[in-house]
Every structure is written in C-alpha cells, then in structure tokens.
C-alpha cells in the first residue's frame, strides 16, 4: 500500500465553510474510488484549537503504486489543481495499517513524521512496525497507519480518533506540537473498510 498526502496553507481570510461544502460534495466520490483504501479529508481553521493558520491537507492510503498514478492523472486530481494549484505530493510505502474500530466516525486525527536512526535494523523495522500498540486497544481509535519514506529516511504514523479527548493529554497541544501535526476530519472515505487490514 502507498500513503500520499499534500497540503494546502490557505489565507487567514479564506471561507473555511466552503472548503467544507466542497468537500461535502466531493468527498462521495472517492467512496466507491478503485484502488482507494481511505481518504481522510484533513483541515485546520485559523484560530480554532489554537490553529495558526487555514489549512487543507488530505492524507490517503491506496493499494498500489498504479492507483496512485491513476488518481493523480484523473479528473479528481485535476479538479483539486484547479481549486487550489498543484500541491508538493508526498508519498510513503505503507508497512503496517490497522482498523480496529471501523464503526468510529473519526474528528481528529494525529500525524507524526520521525526520523529513522542510522542504527535502526531495517530488518525488524516492518515487523516492529506492524505489531499494534497499546493505543490501538484503546478506545475512539478508528485506525492508525506506518508508513515510510525511504528517501528522506522517515517514518509516518497517522491515527484517526473519534475525537481529540480520545487521543490523549498530547492531543490538546496545539496543531503543531514537535514532530506532532493534528487536524480536524471534514470526512472520511473508506472503500476499502470491508478489505483485511494489515501490514503492507
């Protein structure tokens, strides 16, 4: 699996509840989207939970690498060009997904990008990887990803919770909080739900 995200900074001025009918509208789209797994519309509003800025940074997770070319030479991809110019996309191979609460209707999301050390044993990083956490037990977790970026020699991990309350004290920190970005979920496509989740 590929996890791709990009990410658009938006004016202080910029009409956030456009941006939501937008989505509203586009978003059943990608609800029955070949090679899509999850689409989690992400957002920041300026000045809500301590966000600095407007924001708008949607985070995918697709089958393969042919999906992704195929979505990003697509009318939707184009669509998103259009609206907002074209976006820096960054993309990750994806070594461990796991869904443990699908019926959770996620608000708020966690990413965290860390770098991998020099003496990291690339050997038992997947497996490391895979092996869920603690906090996938916990409940208001609607799922969490791992992915990397063999390039930059980083890893992603995003969670999705119900809400902010769900992911801890760390949560309520701010958008950006070390290697820690949050943001509010618009909505969220998964037509890969009913698919076994797992490591890549």
Known sequence: MIALQ???DLPDDADMMALSRRVAAKGPLFDDH???VQKAFLANRRGAAAAPGNEYAPFYVWRSADAVADFLRGDLFEGVVEAFGRPAVRT???LAFHRPAP???PTFAIRRISPIPEEANLANLVPAAARPPAAVRRTGLHSRLIAADWERWELVRLELWR????AGPEALCGPTYGDRHTYEILRL???GSAASDAAA
């Open 92 to 94: 990750w191979t994806v």
């Open 189 to 191: 496509s998964a037509p």
């Open 6 to 8: 990009y990410a658009f």
């Open 103 to 105: 019926a959770v209707v």
């Open 34 to 36: 070949p090679g899509l």
């Open 163 to 166: 809400a902010a309350v769900d």
